[in-house]
T-cell receptor, first 112, second 115 residues
């Protein structure tokens, strides 16, 4: 299994809907995860971090971590056209690493 | 809000030439990173830097690459004898500490085009 793997998408949702983005990880990956948003041609922008099992909410965003099943997800409620971007899941590749390994990203389009 | 700044935003260079990409990390951050992203591909780790030395590097970061923190603010990536395949976006990132829960903050990137 790849260290961090994202469902490839692309994903389209209507404005106002919930967008669900998923990421799975291998045993080796340290269990701190970050969701970044990347607009085309731009740099990754931090959305949320999560390292405890369960849900973490920040405004319209909810990150979910399930360590038993080795997946982490990002829910975007009340999706807006401005949320259209590529969402990157990232985590340290092992418990002693300081760098991040990134998934390939899920391209989200929110349709007006 | 403090941010990581990178210069130049776009660099065009002939193959075989040397390039230096510059970054100013967030001032109280201690860990610094370079990543690259080839067009249409994932973000890849190159090197991490802490306490004035390389702490980790990837297989991509071969003898062609070097990093330096020449003063208290700048963090540079040098690529010697550039190749066509070095064309990519190069991102600098920094974080306040090495704790795994601490996020990395990215600069806007330098688009490197090798002709």
């Amino acid at each position: 299994q790849k260290e961090v793997e994202q469902n490839s998408g692309p994903l389209s949702v209507p404005e106002g809907a919930i967008a669900s983005l998923n990421c799975t990880y291998s045993d080796r990956v340290s269990q701190s995860f970050f969701w970044y948003r990347q607009y085309s041609g731009k740099s990754p922008e931090l959305i949320m971090s999560i390292y405890s099992n369960g849900d973490k909410e920040d405004g319209r965003f909810t990150a979910q971590l399930n360590k038993a099943s080795q997946y982490v997800s990002l829910l975007i409620r009340d999706s807006q056209p401005s949320d259209s971007a590529t969402y990157l899941c990232a985590g340290p590749p092992n418990r002693s690493a300081r760098q991040l390994t990134f998934g390939s990203g899920t391209q989200l389009t929110v349709l007006p | 809000e403090p941010e990581v700044t990178q210069t130049p935003s776009h660099q065009v260079t002939q193959m075989g030439q040397e390039v230096i990409l510059r970054c100013v990390p967030i001032s109280n951050h201690l860990y610094f990173y370079w990543y690259r992203q080839i067009l249409g591909q994932k973000v890849e780790f190159l090197v991490s830097f802490y306490n004035n030395e390389i702490s980790e590097k990837s297989e991509i970061f071969d003898d062609q690459f070097s990093v330096e923190r020449p003063d208290g603010s700048n963090f540079t990536l040098k690529i010697r004898s550039t190749k066509l395949e070095d064309s990519a976006m190069y991102f600098c990132a920094s974080r306040v500490s090495g704790a795994s829960s601490q996020p990395q903050h990215f600069g806007d990137g330098t688009r490197l085009s090798i002709l």
